[in-house]
T-cell receptor
């Protein structure tokens, strides 16, 4: 039973445009959500997070939106850059317990 | 030097062999985890440990065992490897208390295991 889902396995975006990566979850007890970025031959690295008491968190070009009623979060990257090309994982957790990851979305930013 | 180090980085083995993947960390974190990554399945938790005397099963622990030898060391064993255990394995750590960032995981670079 996949508690965290990323339904788009891949996304292709032109440089300078907005990239929107989506994530859905089923467990209403999740209280913290994170996005990780993974380049080939490297481990995932933390990108941005959001608490369930907020609906938006912004860090530079990256913004995460949380819609609790829809159990949906999204990551916006504006403007997209070629260096953003990577696999993005969303993850969720409850009460500082273990993270549950989604299946990942491969983002490709082309010139 | 990496804060979370995994060895070996690559390993090819045969069905039925015993394999150990090792992880060591210099971050001083209490919590350590083993995940595996498979195409289309994302990162799935195998085992996790919140301190030296605490070991917990994750989503897919069957066929695996772990040992927390010290705060800084957490090893994953495949007692009798099988081909569907071919995957990319990641060790990760986290701190118990770092305020809002306490849930952030720090990953090693991964160990690619191929079971023939």
């Amino acid at each position: 039973d996949q508690q965290v889902k990323q339904n788009s396995p891949s996304l292709s975006v032109q440089e300078g445009r907005i990239s929107i990566l989506n994530c859905d979850y089923t467990n209403s007890m999740f209280d913290y959500f994170l996005w990780y970025k993974k380049y080939p031959a490297e481990g995932p690295t933390f990108l941005i997070s959001i608490s369930s008491i907020k609906d938006k968190n912004e860090d530079g070009r990256f913004t995460v939106f949380l819609n609790k009623s829809a159990k949906h979060l999204s990551l916006h990257i504006v403007p997209s850059q070629p260096g953003d090309s990577a696999v993005y994982f969303c993850a969720a957790t409850f009460n500082t317990d273990k993270l549950i990851f989604g299946t990942g979305t491969r983002l490709q930013v082309f010139p | 030097d990496a804060d979370v180090t995994q060895t070996p980085r690559n390993r090819i083995t045969k069905t039925g062999k015993r394999i150990m993947l090792e992880c060591s960390q210099t971050k001083g974190h209490d919590r350590m985890y083993w995940y595996r990554q498979d195409p289309g399945l994302g990162l799935r938790l195998i085992y996790y440990s919140f301190d030296v005397k605490d070991i917990n099963k994750g989503e897919i622990s069957d066929g695996y065992s772990v040992s927390r030898q010290a705060q800084a060391k957490f090893s994953l064993s495949l007692e009798s490897a099988i081909p569907n255990q071919t995957a990319l394995y990641f060790c990760a750590t986290s701190a118990l208390h770092e305020g809002a960032r306490s849930r952030e995981l720090f990953f090693g670079e991964g160990s690619r295991l191929t079971v023939l």
